[in-house]
C-alpha cells in the first residue's frame, strides 16, 4: 500500500525565485499575517500557476502583523508567504472568503499555524499538524521494524501497526473530503491522492498479468484531479503531475506523447487558464527540446490548438513566429520525404537527391570554415568508407559556402570521396528553407524511399543508429 504520510507537499519544496508582477491596493482581499517572533520589515505574497511563482503583494510589519489587502479579489488557489530575503515561510489557502487572520510563531512553523475565519486554511493547518504527528510515529515504528529478523513476528507486528497508521491518516483525508465538499481543501486533498491498484487478474497460463499495474493506474491517473478546475493550475504540484504523465506514464515517443497530450487537453474542456498553462508549457517544452523526433510533437500543438479563441494572451508577434516555426519544421519532420535538392557537384552537374540509388543516405551540410566540421568530416568519412558497401550507404553532402574554390579545397584536402554538392547553385529552392538548416554540421539520415529516419545527430550516434536500424530491418525481412 502506497504511504499517505509522506505528502507535505507544500513544505518540501524547495525555496524559489520570485518573479515581480501586478500589485493591489483597495480592499477587496483583506489578509493579516500575525507570525509571533517574525520581524522581517516587509512579507512578501505569491503565487502559483503551474511551475512558476509570482509576486501578487507585499505587506509592511506593522505593530507585529502584517496587512495584505487588494481592490479585486484573488484568484482562489495556493499561496505562499515569504519573507524579505524571498525565503518561503508557509503556504496557505485563497478561497472564497478573503478576508482573514493567520497567527502562527516563528520557531515552529508550519505546525503552529492557525486561521479566523477561514475554515479552508484552518482544516489545511490541522492536516498538516495531523501529517507531522503520524510522520514521527511512523518514523519511529520504521526505526523499531530494522532492529527486527525481516521474518520474524515482532517485524510483522510492525508492519501492521504501519498498516494501521496508514489507515488512519486514509480516513482522515476522505473524512475532510467527504464533509465538505466543493471546498478548496476537498479539492485539494482529492488531487493529491493517488489511484488504488487492485490485484492484478491472472492469465490463462495462471500468472499474474504484470502490465496490469500500468496500464490500471495510467487510466486512472486522473481520476481524482479536474483538469477543468481552474484552481489546480494554482497548486504547487499540478506542474509535476502534468510530468509525471508526459515523462513517467507515457512511452517517450512522438506519437504516443502526442495522444497523451490530447488527452490532457480533452481534460481541461474550457478552461481558459487551464489551456493557457498547458498549451505555453508544452510549446515551451517541446520546441525546445533536443531529443530527435519531439519537434513533431511541437508542430502538433500549433497545428491544433494555436487557432483556438483561447490563443488571445499570447502577444500576436509570439504567436506568429511560433507559426512561422513550426511551419519550418513539418517537411522535415521524421517519417516525412525528405524535400528533393538538385545541385551542382564539383563538375558543375546537377545532382538529384531523389535519384540516388542507396538504402542509406546521408545528407551532410557543412561549412569549409566551420570547427565542428572539421572534426565531423574525417569521422563521416572513416565511416563511410567502412559501411558503404556492407549499409548500401551513400553520402549526399552539401557544401554551404558560396566559394567553389574553397569547397573544391576542403574537399582535396580532407579526401571526402561521396557526392560531394554545392548548396548555392541549385535548380531547386534554397536548401536553407528546405531543411531549417542555419548553421553547421547538420545530418539527415533517409531511407532507401528518401524518408527522413534520423536527423541532426552526429557520426557516432548515426553509426549506432543505421547499424541498429539495419539490423532491425534485416530481422523483419526473415534474413
Known amino acids: 500500500m502506497k504511504s499517505f504520510i509522506f505528502r507535505l507537499i507544500f513544505f518540501v519544496l524547495s525555496a524559489r525565485i520570485l518573479f515581480p508582477g501586478p500589485l493591489a491596493a483597495q480592499q477587496a482581499y483583506m489578509i493579516s499575517i500575525q507570525i509571533e517572533g517574525l520581524a522581517d520589515s516587509l512579507l512578501i505574497l505569491a503565487g502559483y500557476n503551474g511551475d512558476k511563482q509570482f509576486v501578487v503583494d507585499t505587506a509592511f510589519l506593522d505593530k507585529k502583523s502584517y496587512l495584505f489587502s487588494g481592490k479585486e479579489k484573488l484568484p482562489e488557489g495556493m499561496y505562499i508567504i515569504a519573507g524579505s530575503s524571498k525565503n518561503r515561510l508557509f503556504d496557505f489557502i485563497v478561497s472564497g472568503n ?248 564539383t563538375l558543375k552537374n546537377p545532382v538529384s537527391l531523389h535519384h540516388i540509388l542507396a538504402d542509406y543516405t546521408i545528407i551532410y551540410f557543412w561549412d569549409p570554415d566551420c570547427s565542428h566540421c572539421k572534426k565531423e568530416s574525417p569521422l563521416m568519412r572513416d565511416f563511410y568508407l567502412k559501411n558503404r558497401k556492407m549499409l548500401n550507404l551513400e553520402v549526399y553532402a552539401v557544401c554551404m559556402d558560396t566559394s567553389w574554390t574553397d569547397m573544391k579545397q576542403y574537399i582535396r584536402k580532407n579526401q571526402l570521396p561521396w557526392i560531394n554538392v554545392n548548396g548555392f547553385y541549385s535548380v531547386t529552392p534554397d536548401f536553407r528553407d528546405r531543411y531549417d538548416v542555419h548553421s553547421s554540421p547538420v545530418f539527415f539520415v533517409l531511407d532507401r524511399e528518401k524518408r527522413i529516419i534520423a536527423k541532426r545527430i552526429l557520426t557516432p550516434q548515426i553509426e549506432a543508429f543505421l547499424n541498429q536500424h539495419s539490423g532491425r530491418k534485416k530481422n523483419l525481412s526473415g534474413q
Open 98 to 345: 478573503q478576508d482573514f487572520t493567520i497567527t502562527g510563531n516563528k520557531q515552529s512553523l508550519p505546525n503552529s499555524l492557525n486561521a479566523r475565519n477561514s475554515k479552508d486554511n484552518q482544516l489545511l493547518f490541522d492536516y498538516i499538524r495531523f501529517l507531522s504527528d503520524k510522520q514521527k510515529q511512523q518514523a519511529a515504528l520504521r526505526e523499531l521494524q530494522r532492529r527486527f529478523a525481516p521474518d520474524s513476528d515482532s517485524a510483522a507486528v510492525t508492519g501492521n501497526q504501519l498498516d494501521l497508521l496508514n489507515h488512519e491518516v486514509k480516513r482522515y483525508i476522505e473524512g475532510i473530503i467527504n464533509s465538505y465538499p466543493g471546498t478548496f481543501i476537498s479539492m485539494f486533498l482529492r488531487a493529491m491522492q493517488e489511484p488504488e491498484v487492485p490485484p492484478a487478474p491472472l492469465l490463462p497460463n495462471g500468472r499474474p498479468d504484470s502490465t496490469f499495474p500500468y496500464r490500471y493506474y495510467k487510466s486512472h491517473f486522473w481520476d481524482n484531479i479536474d483538469l477543468s478546475d481552474a484552481r489546480i493550475i494554482r497548486t504547487p504540484f499540478i506542474h509535476n503531475k502534468v510530468e509525471q504523465f508526459l515523462g513517467k506514464m507515457t512511452v517517450p515517443a512522438p506519437d504516443s506523447l502526442i495522444v497523451a497530450i490530447d488527452e490532457l487537453f480533452r481534460r481541461i474542456k474550457t478552461s481558459e487558464e487551464a489551456f493557457k498553462y498547458l498549451v505555453w508549457y508544452l510549446t515551451v517544452k517541446y520546441e525546445s527540446s533536443e531529443i530527435m523526433g519531439y519537434d513533431a510533437v511541437f508542430v502538433h500543438l500549433v497545428d491544433t490548438y494555436y487557432q483556438d479563441r483561447r490563443m488571445g494572451w499570447m502577444n500576436p508577434t509570439v504567436k506568429e513566429n511560433l507559426i512561422k516555426r513550426a511551419k519550418a519544421l513539418k517537411p522535415v519532420l521524421i517519417g516525412k520525404t525528405a524535400p528533393e535538392m538538385i545541385l551542382l557537384d
